[in-house]
């Protein structure tokens, strides 16, 4: 079964950037449509971004569309995601996942302990 490890959170302040990385082992990577989400005390985890298999298609909620970019490196079995111009509500723990082939937003791997965001006002 896949494993996944979130690494890159930090503290940024309100319009600075962000690079995450999801790196993945024990599975097929390259076979893999990746995820990122997030989350907030009190909140349900939210899609984030979505990115196929071949990295040919992606999907971003509203919030992000315009500031985040998801790419992925099959070469070594990585996703990222890059967060520019960020805001106070983009506080959050973020994880990454295995998601759907068909539609990128549905999860069905195991959930790890994911890496903080921390954007400052």
């Known amino acids: 079964q896949v494993q996944l490890a979130e690494s890159g959170g930090g503290l940024a302040q309100v319009g600075g950037s962000l690079r995450l990385s999801c790196a993945a082992s024990g599975g097929t990577f390259s076979t893999y449509a990746m995820g990122w989400f997030r989350q907030v005390p009190g909140k349900e985890r939210e899609f984030v971004a979505g990115i196929s298999w071949s990295g040919g298609a992606t999907l971003y909620a509203d919030s992000v569309k315009g500031r985040f970019t998801i790419s992925r490196d099959n070469g070594v079995n990585t996703a990222f995601l890059q967060m520019r111009t960020l805001k106070a509500e983009d506080t959050g723990v973020y994880y990454c996942?295995?998601?759907?082939?068909?539609?990128?937003?549905?999860?069905?791997?195991?959930w790890g302990q994911g890496t903080q965001v921390t954007v400052s006002s």
């Open positions: 996942n295995v998601v759907d082939n068909s539609d990128l937003v549905r999860p069905w791997g195991s």
